[in-house]
Nanobody, 125 residues
């Protein structure tokens, strides 16, 4: 079992930045991936960013366009998402996830076996 506790998020004006953190406890291993998903009101959930815990390779949703950076600290069993140049379209609930790494084209994505409680990100224009 893996437990995920997410922190960060909040409200910011367009163009601003926010940082999310996700601390894992339990059976998290280097063969796993961690990532973030988001779900805006009335929209489907979408993957934001993923990182392979062992090797550190990363992948991002197409909409990220270089604005977000995911990182991890395996010793702390934690992942981080730095978000810059935020726009109102980024407003959503953001969820940290952990699980097996799955093949997403040329990159790894996170199979969301475990979820955090989620945090709201609101970007005002």
């Amino acid at each position: 079992q893996v437990q995920l506790v997410e922190s960060g998020g909040g409200s910011v004006q367009a163009g601003g930045s926010l940082n999310l953190s996700c601390a894992a406890s339990g059976a998290i291993g280097t063969s796993m991936c961690m990532g973030w998903f988001r779900q805006a009101s009335g929209k489907e959930r979408e993957g934001v960013a993923h990182i392979y815990i062992g090797g550190g390779s990363k992948s991002y949703g197409d909409f990220v366009k270089g604005r977000f950076t995911i990182s991890r600290d395996f010793a702390k069993k934690s992942a981080y998402l730095q978000m810059t140049s935020l726009s109102p379209e980024d407003t959503a609930m953001y969820y940290c996830a952990a699980g097996a790494c799955i093949n997403c084209g040329n990159f790894y994505c996170t199979r969301p076996d475990y979820w955090s409680q989620g945090t709201q990100v609101t970007v005002s224009s």
